[in-house]
């Protein structure tokens, strides 16, 4: 997984192969993308099915000159050769690479690793890597996989892949080393965080399910629900969570903890379906583009997996793309409080438009607004409730113990003295997660608020 660029992921829509002709009488019709759509391998484009776009304008001659003068200057004098395959794949490159940081043009290789991204499932080691001071840190081993059994750990540094050393000006290459087919081996030099002799391992590939939705119970009836990336399954899987977990608790959830941190986003579908499973009603994303096909509106469907149960959302300035079109539904439509930073802005649609078996343009063709007409992009979304960066630590010393009632000399007896007094534990749960701390305070109150009053119809009566 390559950290550096994931903060970037884009919401993808798949469409039909689209092609550019100079002829106007080229034919115009195509059946409409479905929609919200997971990536696919893009398929041979179907002449009878193409959609042509006609250029608004011819391109300037003296434009057309200024390209073939480089081009002829590049082959005459760069010091080495240069064919003319690569000029043209630079040139169509650099081509989309000027328009936003999101379009791309992509080969098989790429996209195959754009649909392992959004599949959650690829050939490699299960290890999570950063690339930190030129240097390649370990973020952490997945569950049951080759890295976690072999006894890599978060903190360690790969040094080595295969005998080469990992350089810092290169680190995209030896991230793509680190996957491969299944049941191919590689070997890893390693240094364990805090130690100063490296140590070799040898690893067999393995198929690896990365889950992108993991829940768990807080404490009794609040449940905490993850979601680290927006893959083909995640609606699905969010589901299965919270079925889950209200059969743990034996009896509906009293709130939920959503957890966006650090999402980078993923597929617009999965997004829509993620809001679609905690709101009983109302608009969950609109989409505008210059094409028809991106003119696209969403909206929730009844049925609430949580009844109503008060929800409190997660976000910082990681959280990007799918995840503010989540952040976005449930704020607009007043289904959750959202918590915690300014989300990155990201609010653009990526669309992936195949050119032939082999070759695709990922191509920003939309922008996506919430549910109150307002488009995120560079702007990101503002939290009801912004928490700062902190981290909680333990004192020093203890402090004092506090003084009641009862430890005053010649008190009045209450009338349960006698028994044991309840001695209040102090949750860690600030001190490993700040924000997660105050967000399940929240959702405490937001929960006495939500809940009726106990024997409500008798105390009516009185």
Do not use: W
């Not at 997971?38 to 434009?63: F, G, L, N, Q, R």
């Not at 050393?165 to 290169?170: C, E, L, P, S």
Request: glycine share 8%; net charge negative.
């Amino acid at each position: 997984m390559r950290f550096p660029s994931v903060a970037l992921l884009a919401c993808f829509l798949s469409i039909p192969s689209l092609s550019i002709a100079a002829d106007p009488a080229a034919p115009a019709d195509q059946t409409p993308i479905e929609a919200p759509a997971e990536v696919e391998k893009p398929a041979a484009a179907d002449k009878s099915a193409e959609k042509s776009i006609v250029p608004e304008a011819s391109v300037d001659m003296d434009d057309i000159r200024a390209f073939t003068a480089v081009f002829n200057l590049i082959k005459q004098a760069y010091v080495d050769p240069v064919d003319d395959k690569r000029l043209m794949q630079g040139a169509i490159r650099g081509m989309l690479g000027g328009l936003d940081p999101h379009s791309a043009y992509l080969d098989q290789a790429e996209m195959s690793e754009l649909q392992e991204d959004t599949s959650g499932s690829y050939a490699g080691l299960g290890i999570e890597v950063l690339q930190v001071d030129g240097r390649l840190r370990v973020v952490s081993p997945i569950d049951d996989t080759p890295a976690a059994r072999a006894g890599i750990k978060a903190g360690d540094t790969i040094v080595e892949i295969d005998g080469k050393a990992v350089q810092g000006d290169d680190l995209d290459d030896a991230v793509d080393k680190l996957r491969g087919e299944a049941g191919t081996t590689i070997r890893l030099r390693i240094v364990h965080e805090g130690a100063n002799t490296p140590i070799d391992l040898t690893l067999t590939r393995e198929v690896i399910r990365v889950a992108s939705v993991r829940g768990t119970m807080l404490e009794p009836g609040y449940a905490y629900l993850r979601i680290s990336q927006f893959q083909v399954d995640t609606g699905n899987d969010l589901r299965k969570a919270i079925r889950r977990l209200v059969e743990q608790n034996k009896s509906p959830l009293k709130g939920a903890v959503l957890d966006l941190r650090s999402n980078p986003g993923g597929l617009l579908n999965a997004a829509v379906e993620v809001s679609d499973t905690v709101l009983d009603s109302g608009l969950i994303v609109t989409t505008r583009g210059r094409l028809e096909e991106s003119q696209l509106s969403f909206r929730s469907t009844p049925g609430d997996m949580l009844d109503g149960a008060p929800l409190v959302v997660l976000v910082d300035n990681g959280t990007a793309s799918a995840a503010e079109i989540v952040a976005g539904a449930l704020k607009d439509n007043h289904r959750a409080v959202l918590m915690g930073r300014r989300t990155f802005g990201k609010g653009s649609v990526q669309t992936v438009l195949p050119l032939d078996e082999e070759h695709a343009v990922k191509l920003t063709t939309a922008r996506y607004y919430t549910p109150g007409g307002i488009s995120i992009q560079a702007e990101g979304i503002t939290p009801d409730i912004v928490l700062a960066d902190l981290a909680v630590t333990p004192r020093d010393q203890q402090s004092l113990p506090m003084v009641s009632e009862r430890d005053l000399r010649n008190h009045l007896k209450g009338a349960s003295e006698g028994a044991d007094r309840a001695t209040t534990r102090i949750s860690d749960l600030s001190e490993r997660d700040y924000a997660l701390g105050e967000a399940l305070n929240v959702l405490k109150g937001l929960t006495l608020r939500h809940a009726p009053p106990a024997n409500g119809k008798d105390a009516a009566k009185r």
